[in-house]
């Protein structure tokens, strides 16, 4: 009787060991703390350490010599130690930035936002094990940590990696012990001069813990494309690597499984396809390729984001032991040189934007909804395609593009070995450049959306040598890890497009070089190209100068740029100036605008000139300096953010959106007049009026009087009238196409500022503690007209089940902390975000308060 429970006992044991995989968020509950100057442990400097840190990308390396952690255990101090008290420390969730939190400090560099991202932080976090999960794999999935990250479990070393930017896995099987508690410990190291904008700090973006059995499919382990595509099926190819850690020499069997995916992702319906095939394992990893018919395929577009999930199940004697999901889509790329690129066989003009990171207000911490609203306001203009410039995104960020329909330039990195910060890239890219590479293709690869692998940008090897001797190692890697997809760069080295640079990736890339589009089209006929990036135009929302200059280098109004969209730095050009570019060489791809969003950090054209600063650590010194250098008549700038954004850093629309949205959506009814039309001390003084349309002429009406109508030229994409004398009243356009009412926009000058209007992006938002509502303020008058020049101070009182996470105005200067509860408008304009409590369902009320306006009232709801 005894053996009998014994045999029972073991049965649930193993049915429980058999059962699938579970990856669980490990987003809440950690403490954290950032380290102050006296406690940074310099011994942990990577470049001392990375003979333990190396080893964690052992396994993207395709070599037989791979780096061999050494004996022993890493010591990381007492907050590596298992029983070290943190009850002490802050208690937060992640995703978090550090940075954000502030505060702004004017002597930090305005070009990373003069934010405090930069330092030596630990995170820990207590866990525990369920003692049935005894014999299971516990790995740490970690989708991004800033920077140079060394990981304790239970007080012994267990992996790191030091790219910002990259998604990694370390083990922790050999030290977890199941039924008890576990310590997780993380340190990060932010050096600074690291970064050319604002990389935020900590562990800001996901991460999981994921429990296998040791036979699983490997992490990233699927890879799926389509090939032979017609009306009547596809044949979709099956790259499946499977982990067997322990060697086992069993016998399982492979079900996959193919359905229509719902609008979270998951099978929908019955299985369109189904296969099983048997397989025998043999050592630690077995690869199995198959291809399979999915008839009738609906195939994935911009206009149609049609998805599949291959489901795919590990079974031994019948039962199942790991599921995987892999989302895909069924369609077909193209590049010509001849005529640019093709979606699905026809012709689609890449109308892309460049985007950094960081969602503004919250900084470099991911967050789904903030990054879907950026993404809705860019489709509302007409993007169909975005580089993550100049690094890999958040793995939501491609979720979403897959479900939304944009295409995708997914980024790998900004340096190769010249450096361009003393501590950037540089440092890692000899030892760390495959892993990364590898690592981040294998992560991305069954997105439908990505279209290209950049392997870097503005690297300073273009007219090297060494630079196409790299160019062509990276290409290799690209080839080798997905020969579906092309490799590109974005060059900024005019040279790189003439000197053999270009023949080391499938597609150039030209950075702010529109007038070599026709030289390039006819001297390299065969080589596909498109902007990388564009324009570089700069300006602040609802700013203006007057004269207006066509000079590209004016338009400064102390530290703000002026909105007539006609500056930008000595290397960019305005928008119609690339228009025409592109217009000249019809075998142009499309452009990517620098950039679709404000971001925080690089306020160009606004240098620092305290940058000597940076040197002085010890306090009195540097007032010495600074001080000295006042008298030489030198300032420090206050700008925070750029000014390249086509929509500022609260999300608020530039007159810019409007000169792309004309060009990119030529269907779309629109209009849309600059400047705004209150410019009490300029009555009988030109004011010049720019329209962008739609349309192919328009006429203008200043109080009812026409001020003619224009026509379009030939590369003409905006029309003006130049010579408008100003006064008060309507200023309106109607225009037309093809000689018939298309589109108008008419302007009023408003009278004083009388109350504020409120408007939600969304009325109810679900209690999860990370879904987001963005309520925008607008100063108006009695009339309800817009007051474009309001600066008037805004306080929010929120009550109910509900927070303020951040505010923000859009204006490149505040230096106003984003976790504020008031804010000043600017330009008219300023914004709240309010963010659920997780579990705490009901309603939620925020009150927008100024003195002398009549304040207003919003009614929100957080829903399960």
């Known amino acids: 009787m005894k053996h009998y429970y014994l045999l029972i006992i073991c049965l649930l044991f193993l049915g429980q060991n058999l059962s699938s995989r579970d990856r669980v968020s490990l987003n809440e509950g950690w403490r954290f703390k950032k380290l102050d100057s006296t406690e ?3 011994t942990l400097d990577y470049a001392k350490i990375k003979q333990w840190v190396l080893p964690s990308g052992n396994k993207f390396l395709v070599t037989s010599n791979k780096p061999q952690k050494p004996t022993g255990n890493l010591d990381g101090g007492k907050y590596a130690q298992y029983g070290y008290d943190d009850s002490g420390w802050r208690q937060l969730n992640l995703p978090h930035d550090w940075g954000i939190e502030g505060p702004f400090v004017q002597q930090y560099p305005g070009e990373t936002a003069k934010l405090p991202w930069f330092g030596v932080s630990w995170y820990r976090k207590s866990l525990d094990i369920n003692a049935s999960d005894a014999g299971k794999q516990f790995y740490l999935d970690v989708d991004g940590a800033m920077s140079f990250s060394t990981i304790w479990c239970n007080g012994h070393f267990v992996g790191g990696w030091p790219y910002g930017y990259a998604s990694y896995r370390i083990d922790l099987t050999p030290y977890m012990k199941a039924g008890e508690k576990n310590v997780i410990a993380i340190r990060l190291d932010n050096p600074d001069e690291s970064s050319r904008w604002y990389p935020g700090g900590g562990i800001y973006r996901n991460i999981w813990l994921t429990k296998t059995n040791p036979v699983s499919i ?31 020499k069993d016998q399982i069997n492979v ?10 992702g998951n099978p929908t319906g019955k299985p369109l396809v189904i296969d099983n095939t048997p397989l025998k394992l043999s050592g630690k990893e077995s690869l199995l ?18 998805l599949y999930v291959a489901s795919i199940t590990l079974q031994k004697n019948g039962k199942a032991i790991d599921t995987y999901n892999t989302v895909f889509g069924v369609r077909t790329i193209e590049f010509k040189a001849n005529d640019g690129f093709h979606l699905n066989g026809r012709r689609v003009r890449l109308q892309g934007v460049c985007m950094h990171h960081d969602l503004g207000a919250l900084g470099a911490a991911f967050n789904y909804r903030a990054m879907e609203r950026q993404l809705e306001i860019l489709q509302e203009m007409g993007v169909n395609v975005i580089r993550t410039s100049h690094n890999p995104p958040a793995p939501e960020m491609l979720d979403l593009c897959d479900k939304m329909g944009f295409l995708v330039i997914d980024e790998f990195i900004d340096t190769w070995v010249v450096p361009k910060k003393k501590n950037g890239y540089a440092i890692l890219f000899n030892d760390w450049h495959e892993q990364d590479l590898r690592a981040f293709m294998q992560r991305d690869r069954n997105h439908p959306s990505i279209i290209m692998w950049s392997t870097g940008n503005e690297v300073g090897e273009q007219g090297s040598a060494d630079g196409i001797r790299i160019s062509n190692l990276l290409t290799s890697i690209v080839h080798e890890e997905d020969p579906s997809r092309p490799a590109t760069i974005g060059c900024d080295n005019p040279n790189a497009a003439f000197n053999g640079f270009e023949n080391t990736t499938d597609i150039f890339g030209f950075n702010y070089k529109p007038h070599l589009y026709s030289k390039f089209s006819a001297d390299r006929p065969n080589i596909p190209f498109y902007g990388s990036e564009t324009a570089s135009c700069i300006s602040t929302r609802g700013e203006y100068l007057f004269p207006v200059d066509d000079d590209k280098s004016g338009g400064k109004i102390g530290f703000q740029m002026s909105s007539y969209d006609l500056y930008a730095p000595d290397w960019a050009s305005p928008p119609d100036t690339e228009f025409k570019g592109q217009d000249q060489a019809k075998a142009n791809a499309g452009e990517f605008v620098w950039t679709g969003f404000d971001y925080l950090g690089e306020p160009t054209p606004f240098t620092r ?28 700038v206050p700008s925070r953010s750029s000014y390249f954004g086509i929509v500022d850093l609260a999300g608020f629309k530039k007159d810019r959106f409007y000169i792309y949205q004309a060009r990119w959506r030529p269907d779309l009814p629109m209009a849309h007049i600059l400047p705004h039309w209150n410019w009490s001390e300029r009555i009988g003084q030109v004011t010049p009026v720019h329209v962008y349309t739609s349309g192919d002429s328009a006429e203008l009406f200043l109080n009812g009087k026409s001020l003619g109508k224009k026509i379009k030229g030939e590369y003409e994409y905006r029309l003006r009238w130049d010579d408008v004398v100003y006064e008060p009243g309507v200023i309106e356009v109607v225009a037309y196409k093809d000689n018939k009412v298309w589109a108008s926009d008419k302007i009023k000058t408003s009278g004083d500022a009388y109350q504020l209007k409120v408007d939600a992006d969304r009325n109810t938002m679900k209690a999860d503690g990370q879904d987001l509502i963005y309520v925008t303020i607008e100063i108006k008058d009695k009339e309800d007209l817009f007051v474009p020049r309001a600066n008037n101070l805004v306080q929010f009182e929120l ?14 200067t505040s230096h106003e902390p984003f976790q504020n509860k008031n804010i000043k408008a600017f330009n008219g ?6 963010r659920s409590i997780k579990g705490q369902t009901g309603n939620i009320q925020l009150k927008a308060i100024s003195e002398g ?12």
């Not at 009550?799 to 490149?812: F, K, L, M, W």
């Open 255 to 264: 079900k996959t499984e193919i359905y229509n995916v719902d609008k979270q």
């Open 829 to 834: 304009k300023c914004l709240v975000i309010i």
């Open 609 to 636: 000139d305290l940058t000597v600063l940076t040197n002085y650590h010890n306090p009195i010194e540097r007032a010495k300096a600074e001080q000295a250098l006042k008298e030489m008549g030198k300032i420090e």
């Open 40 to 42: 940074i442990n310099h």
């Open 853 to 864: 306006l009549k304040k207003e009232i919003i009614n929100l709801k957080s829903i399960d």
């Open 218 to 248: 490997a992490q990233w382990g699927t890879f799926i494309t389509a090939t032979d595509i017609s009306k009547e099926r596809a044949t979709l190819n099956l790259k499946m690597n499977i982990d067997n850690v322990n060697s086992a």
């Open 289 to 306: 390729e198959k291809s399979l018919t999915l008839k009738q395929p609906v195939l994935w577009d911009i206009d149609n984001p049609h």
């Open 799 to 812: 009550s109910g089940n509900g927070e303020i996470v951040a505010t923000d105005n859009g204006d490149p």
